[in-house]
């Protein structure tokens, strides 16, 4: 399975930012999908994941309320939708995909793509 994320960018505080990713190489359903974020000296964060169906999305508490996770299924591709950006949020930011349960833990993810830069100036 390949993964690749896009969408990153410099954006002030309060702007949105809507990043993608795009996977393939293997039937899009059968995966748990989630997005990720590193910050610069810290570990990688959760974000937010969404079943093959896209009827449980759960995201971390410090981007609920601001932050959406989508799929298109049809497009083999997930989205995360970033609105309310502070400048806490700089980081890069990673989509995952895994097979069997969701999970909030990064190292359960074999799968991931490149990582997009977002940058949110105050």
């Known amino acids: 399975v390949q993964l690749q994320a896009s969408g990153g960018g410099l954006v002030q505080a309060g702007g949105s930012l809507r990043l993608s990713c795009v996977v393939s190489g293997g039937t899009f359903n059968d995966y748990i999908t989630g997005w990720f974020r590193q910050a610069p000296g810290k570990p990688r964060e959760f974000v937010a994941a969404i079943t093959w169906d896209g009827d449980v999305t759960s995201s971390a508490d410090s981007v609920k309320g601001r932050f959406t996770m989508s799929k298109d299924n049809a497009k083999n591709t997930l989205y995360l939708q970033m609105n309310s950006l502070i400048p806490e949020d700089t980081a890069v930011y990673y989509c995952?995909?895994?097979?069997?349960?969701?999970?909030?833990?990064?190292?359960?993810?074999?799968?991931w793509g490149q990582g997009t830069q977002v940058t949110v100036s105050s």
């Open positions: 995952a995909a895994k097979l069997g349960r969701y999970s909030r833990t990064w190292t359960a993810y074999p799968y």
